[in-house]
């Protein structure tokens, strides 16, 4: 007799963006007028810059042509792409990453929920509170993480590191020692980050303690500090205790053309066990390779060209951002963010709960933004606005804000 | 102290296209003059049609332009697409499918290595012997297989079901009642199947005992006989017992464009739990959706145009099957499959093991094909060639296989 696996059904509720299209869904349909701006989910407005759709049609002839065709991809990606990922996104940082430590995917989302199928079933995690809800829940799907409790919004099994104002948004060491611990940053959602001697001290905490750090990169094209580190591997010693995962999604505007990477270096070993050939097995069993029209897209990325141009798409929606932070400041609210990365973060007005608000400035404004305790309990009682909308938008929303 | 999951480690050697990858690229260097005709991995050699090239060019340019451009896809897919596989695929042939059953995906192999998440952990599974082997290492990796035997192949957990040249490969019930049960027909890799009437068996046999039928229809696009069926869901009663996975890599040529879907029925429901409800969870947990443009290139297949071709192209592959079965015959050998799947099973001569024959077809004739022992313990003694070369290839190697 066939069992399902009981553990999906400890997680509270629906994914967070998936409840919140429902709910913007539903007032649009009661609304069928209201101009709704969406300044809620992490999606990109602007359109695939040239370079990029230039490397697209001509991949695509190729795949038209039995001379140039290309079928199955190698496991781990073409290694036009692994090279061109290893000599811009590290060796020219001074980072010691080498072409066959990386393993293309179709997302940083895909590789940040699959990469706990290298842990043990018993391991305990720590994530910083609040986070992206991926990497919770995901070990929860796996069973890691004991039993939820709808009061205080944690599971019994994770170990929380609240990120708030009132530690400048700066993770304490946790007073259990984690087996994993996962860091975003620049952080997805409070748009705040570490400098490289704060993350050094992870790294030197990490190695010291054997856990293993998991490290999402996916806003690094949004620092613009310069003593805030682009790659964990910027760190003395990040080689034996760190992952690193990468987004086309943010830098390039691929939400929707999928293309991801993640960094497992071969010194990564633990138990005499290398990550690197793990992982290689997961890939090589589970997944078929990124289609290699988009690797090509990938490629072109890394082209003068492409840096050009996803650097001038980058500046735009830091202008938003820059536009949101200083709008809100000057209404009054109390923000953090927007500087080394494309999120606000709000506190909410008067008391309101996060979704409470969500709510009010949908009702009332017609903007859709996303709860802040929808990714983790120290999230309540702030609010994410992102700078992804197109800059009109973006204008008309803080002022109707403003205007409330 | 971060502890790796073991279960990796259990399994034995690389995955079964890897290591012949690495032993072909090993002779190769060794014979840089070598004229290696593959006919080993289930690849395509047809370069993408004309109608799907001419989506995947249309959906390019609207990705560069802001009025036209797609972020995020909807999680389970776009419903253009769903809703053509709906009425094309299932509607059409008189299976009660909906669209909103059908879940998009980056492949078939991707889907099949991960619809074992939704099982319980202690899942007694079954799998016909030889079969794809990610059904069995993506269990592996779960935990739910138990320990393996060098010697006999097996995995102490995991229910074979024999289908060999004995029991006109048929699979028989299995003693023990299995939780799941893995059907991929036409079958990988013996290229044999069964009649309608005898999957019902297997859905009623399901039904009875409250099994989940997982069931791989990725080459049903090659089925030439009519009482073989196209989808499980024509078999009386499935919609309660049966999840159904589908490729388009081998209908479209699609292996290095990446997409497929899995259909899971409403009414499949285990004590009280909806499996479609756990599956549309976990892609919207864990995936981020196909591409826009592959989606795109996907609805194409099912336009008029598109279908002619693919038709044409499926012609093609089954001409070369038929050259193959009809040569291997001539030449003596004892030959199975070829006429509703592209690959072609036959026994090694003179009770050679299967990677014996491997070796020796590699050295002899520079033909590369893929060893029975690789898909299971009753593989042994089988070697599978594919379909997919181009005519003139295929044409030669069997001249070489003739004159040895």
Redesign the interface.
Same mark, same amino acid.
């Given at each position: 007799?066939? $069992?399902?696996?009981?553990n999906?059904?400890k997680?509270p509720g *629906?994914?967070l963006?998936?409840t919140i299209a429902k709910k913007v869904a539903a007032y649009s349909e009661a609304n069928p007028n209201a101009d709704i701006i969406r300044l809620g989910?992490g999606?990109?407005?602007? =359109? !695939?810059a040239?370079a990029m !759709?230039s490397a697209? /049609?001509s991949a695509? #002839?190729e795949?038209?042509?039995?001379k140039t065709? /290309?079928?199955?991809?190698p #496991?781990l990606g073409y290694p036009f792409l692994r090279e061109a990922i290893a000599k811009n996104d590290y060796q020219a940082r001074g980072c010691d990453i080498s072409a066959d430590e990386i393993f293309v995917s179709? @997302?940083a $989302?895909?590789d940040s929920? &699959?990469i706990q199928?290298?842990?043990?079933? #018993?391991?305990r995690i720590a994530v910083c509170d609040p986070v992206y =809800?991926?990497y919770v &829940? *995901?070990n929860v799907?796996a @069973?890691r993480c004991g039993t939820y409790d709808e009061k205080s919004g944690k599971w019994s099994d994770i170990i929380y590191m609240p990120t708030t104002a009132e530690n400048h948004f700066v993770p304490e060491f946790p007073k259990e020692?984690p &087996?994993?611990i996962y860091l975003c940053l620049p952080n997805n959602p409070t748009g705040t980050t570490l400098t490289k001697s704060q993350l050094q001290l992870w790294v030197d905490y990490a190695n010291k303690?054997? *856990?293993?750090i998991i490290f999402d990169a996916a806003y690094e094209a949004y620092i613009s500090e310069d003593d805030v580190p682009h790659s964990i591997y910027e760190c003395t010693g990040a080689r034996t205790c760190a992952i690193e995962i990468h987004s086309f999604s943010k830098n390039a505007?691929f939400?929707?053309?999928?293309l991801g990477y993640t960094v497992v270096p071969k010194d990564l070993v633990? &138990?005499g066990?290398a990550?690197h050939g793990?992982w290689a097995?997961?890939h090589?069993? $589970?997944?078929?390779?990124? =289609?290699? !029209? !988009?690797q090509k897209a990938g490629e072109a990325v890394y082209s003068p060209e492409g840096k050009a141009q996803i650097k001038e798409q980058v500046g735009y929606y830091m202008n938003n951002a820059k536009t949101i932070y200083t709008g809100l400041k000057d209404a009054g609210f109390e923000v953090y963010g927007g500087v080394n990365a494309p999120y606000i973060w709000l506190k909410t007005p008067d008391k309101m709960t996060s979704w409470d608000f969500f709510d009010y400035l949908l009702e009332k404004v017609q903007i859709v933004g996303t709860p802040g305790a929808g990714f983790g309990p120290s999230g309540e009682g702030y609010f994410r606005l992102t700078a992804f909308g *197109?800059a009109e938008n973006t204008l008309r929303a803080i002022e109707r804000i403003k205007n409330i």
């Open positions: 007799m066939f $069992k399902v696996n009981t999906f059904q997680l *629906s994914y963006f998936s989910i999606d990109v407005t602007q =359109p !695939i040239p !759709i697209l /049609h695509v #002839d795949m038209g042509d039995a065709f /290309h079928g199955y991809a #496991d179709d @997302g $989302k895909s929920a &699959d199928e290298l842990f043990s079933a #018993d391991a =809800p991926v &829940d *995901s799907m @069973g020692t &087996d994993v303690n054997g *856990s293993l505007g939400t929707g053309v999928r633990f &138990d066990v990550l793990m097995r997961r090589g069993t $589970k997944f078929n390779g990124a =289609p290699y !029209i !988009i *197109s």
